[in-house]
């Protein structure tokens, strides 16, 4: 059994082809339980997001699996599988589990360390699961993905820092202005990114919201969106009086507000700290209000120097989150590791031939009354009966291993006998829900067992 | 008894000393992990520091605050006491550098002039002696946390005025945040700060002799008081707040270091047991 990742991203196909291809609501589960009810796949997760398809798969004919699924998702999208192939990436075994851990870390994402992926492939995971389409490999495999995301998010500041102007300044009227509770937030214009910012203050906990446009009509727009109230530009000092957050993006030719102005209004709020951002072009805000005491401005080059800095911050982090899914590779691969049939055999015999010396050893003053004869009876007679009770239990894996799922029969024998120890597979670890399989008659395929490859072998990218 | 006060006296302060390494680390590393250490360090450290006084109390048989070691022991168990209330409290971050930097400063200080425990001489053997030394330390470690809130205003506000929007901001408390604790920090401090003077003069006016009232520690300590006094009504009838408010807990704070950085050890007539 081989796991399969195939599928288009930001990094390989233009925006139209990922439209095209993109499944919304429940349709990547449903093209998830397309693949599993064929003969070839085992277990398969579909990830679907503005960025990216993804089709993740168990299988024991990768060359198959990964035909079948450019070929259903060609189909999809109403693409020539042969065009498509050209924008599709795909990896195998540890490879594709270092991919899809770097997608829950959103290293893979267009903007790095975005929290949205996480959730986004949770949901995809949920619901394959609730189809039936997944079981031990996959429910372990995409738990592991999601611990992994969370373990990137917490140990590195890979997240941290906003990336985009709006939530820039929101972060900064946060820095000036504390708790944003309550807070009156007064916009100037109706800027798409003043829009935006205002959605971000009210998330975080703003209060009233005015719009002051040159007409009441043009206001009344923006501030429906907002759920604000909407003032005409006559009333603005009063509206500026009140204000905590003054958000200016108008087309006006000249400053809208100069500094004279503002420092009589500050003088009669008894310092109360005002946070201004000019998003205009050309600037709306005198910068000399800059220089009146409690009020803090900031234009779109200072916010855009900000968003570039975190940018780079958050790509000095990568280092660091790449180590750490690395590290999750490889416990994820042990684990896998774990599922094949010959060694689990071997490890069954093992245990019991253990058991049976072990008791032997225990009764070692009895049988030294015996005659060497009789103590070599009693080995025998010991050995035939191990022999016999493993008999049947080994040719079957033997057989089953032939089969697609055999691998669930290898975690329910190493769960039965616990053979990784006690404290191997503790209680609530993931994995723990494998399903029963569901069909096994007439799959005989030519791999037998799970065999992460440590070379991957990437077809496509 | 003498020797396991002095471990534990320098194992609190290494345990500071580690706060202060995870507090610095925190504020240029952004890992949440590194702010938590540090406090648990101090929080580590205030506990052994709080042995070292009780030893040091069973020890002297007295409240442990006559000569540079005891005194500056105490007083950086208040302030830190004062900071870890804080820090409960209200969460907010960034204070724990300052606190844990001036409160290594005193004990380095305190560790230096180390000295077995003094008696009573008996101008202190008075209870009004041990009301003045206890609201005194309490109003000094106000007003130690008001000037270091202040001085991080001063700063961060310089920075944001500048437009120089550095990520080592982000990990200080909000500029409104800082301000508001200046201003409780001052209006807390200053009832105890006059009921010092109070009980001080009172003492003085008893034994200091006629010039008591020329002594540098009694007109340092009057300074400070007009500056909180002026800070605080300005605040509370004019709204106060800002830069201005700030600079003037800055002031208040240099004069009560004053005193007990310059002038108890080296200027003041009385203030001077022990040293």
């Known amino acids: ?461 | 008894m003498a020797h396991v006060e002095v471990v534990v006296f320098w194992l609190g302060f290494l345990l500071y000393a580690g706060g202060l390494t995870f507090f610095v680390e925190f504020l240029f590393s952004r890992r949440e992990l590194q702010d938590r250490l540090g406090l648990a360090c101090v929080v580590a450290g205030w506990t052994l520091e709080t042995v070292t006084l009780g030893l040091r109390w069973a020890q002297a048989g007295h409240f442990p605050v006559v000569g540079a070691y005891e005194s500056l022991t105490t007083l950086s168990w208040a302030v830190v006491t004062v900071y870890l209330v804080l820090a409960w409290r209200t969460g907010v971050k960034a204070l724990g550098l300052y606190v844990t930097a001036a409160v290594l400063l005193f004990l380095t200080i305190a560790g230096a002039r180390y000295s077995p425990p003094l008696g009573l001489t008996t101008a202190l053997r008075s209870d009004i002696v041990v009301i003045h030394v206890a609201v005194m330390f309490t109003a000094l470690a106000a007003f130690l946390v008001a000037g270091g809130a202040a001085l991080i205003y001063l700063v961060e506000d310089f920075e944001l005025k500048r437009r120089h929007i550095r990520p080592v901001l982000g990990r200080l408390p909000a500029l409104r945040t800082l301000d508001q604790l200046v201003g409780h920090a001052v209006l807390f401090g200053l009832p105890f700060l006059s009921m010092g003077i109070a009980a001080g003069v009172i003492r003085a006016a008893v034994y200091g002799g006629p010039h008591w009232w020329r002594d540098a520690v009694v007109l340092l300590a009057v300074a400070a008081w007009v500056i909180y006094a002026g800070a605080a009504c300005g605040r509370l009838a004019s709204g106060w707040s800002g830069r201005r408010s700030a600079w003037l807990a800055v002031a208040g704070l240099v004069c009560l270091l004053a005193i007990r950085l310059v002038a108890v050890p080296y200027l003041s007539g009385f203030h001077s047991w022990g040293r």
Request: charged share 25%; with cysteine.
């Open chain 1, 1 to 461: 059994m081989h796991l399969v990742v195939v599928g288009i991203s930001h990094k390989t196909a233009p925006l139209e082809l990922r439209e095209r291809l993109a499944l919304p609501g429940d349709e990547a589960a449903r093209l998830g339980c397309a693949l599993h009810d064929g003969a070839t796949v085992a277990e398969a997760v579909v990830l679907s997001t503005c960025n990216r398809t993804e089709v993740y798969l168990l299988t024991g004919d990768t060359g198959a699996a990964e035909r079948l699924a450019v070929g259903r998702l060609a189909q999809r999208g109403g693409v020539d599988a042969a065009a498509l192939e050209a924008a599709v990436y795909g990896a195998r075994d540890a490879a594709a589990i270092a991919h899809l851990f770097r997608v829950a870390a959103s290293l893979d994402s267009l903007v790095v360390g975005e929290a949205q992926i996480l959730a986004q492939l949770k949901d995809a995971y949920q619901a394959a699961c609730d189809e039936g389409c997944t079981s031990a490999v996959f429910n372990r495999l995409f738990r592991h993905a999601v611990e992994v995301g969370k373990r990137v998010r917490t140990e590195t500041a890979i997240g941290e820092r906003p990336v985009s102007v709006s939530s820039v300044a929101v972060d900064l009227a946060r820095q000036v202005l504390g708790k944003l509770d309550r807070r009156v937030v007064l916009v100037l214009g109706a800027g798409g990114t003043s829009e935006l910012t205002v959605k971000h203050l009210r998330a975080r906990g703003a209060g009233t919201v005015v719009v002051a446009g040159r007409t009441l009509a043009t206001a009344a727009a923006l501030a429906g969106r907002c759920d604000g109230r909407a003032v005409c530009f006559d009333e603005l000092d009063a509206q500026l009086a009140a204000a905590d957050i003054v958000i200016s993006s108008t087309a006006a030719p000249g400053y809208v507000i100069d500094r004279a102005r503002l420092a009589g209004i500050m003088g009669g709020r008894r310092r109360r700290p005002m946070f201004l951002i000019d998003i205009a072009v050309p600037r709306d805000l005198d910068p000399d209000i800059g220089r009146i005491a409690g009020c803090y401005l900031y234009d779109i080059d200072d916010l855009q120097g900000v968003v570039a800095a975190n940018r780079h911050e958050r790509e000095r982090e990568v280092a660091q989150a790449e180590r750490i899914v690395d590290e999750e590779v490889g416990r994820m691969n042990d684990w896998l590791a774990g599922l094949e049939v010959v060694p689990a055999i071997a490890q069954l015999r093992g245990a019991v031939e253990g058991i049976r010396e072990a008791e032997l050893e225990r009764l070692g003053g009895k049988l030294a009354e015996l005659s060497p004869a009789q103590r070599d009876q009693v080995e025998q007679l010991t050995t035939a009966i191990v022999n016999k009770i493993l008999h049947l239990p080994t040719v079957r894996l033997k057989e089953l291993a032939a089969e697609r799922d055999a691998y669930v029969y290898v975690e329910a024998l190493r769960r039965l006998f616990d053979l990784d120890g006690a404290a191997a597979v503790p209680a609530g670890e993931p994995g723990e829900s494998a399903q029963p399989p569901s069909r096994r008659a007439g799959q005989a395929q030519s791999k037998a067992t799970l065999r992460p490859s440590p070379s991957p072998g990437a077809s496509g990218q």
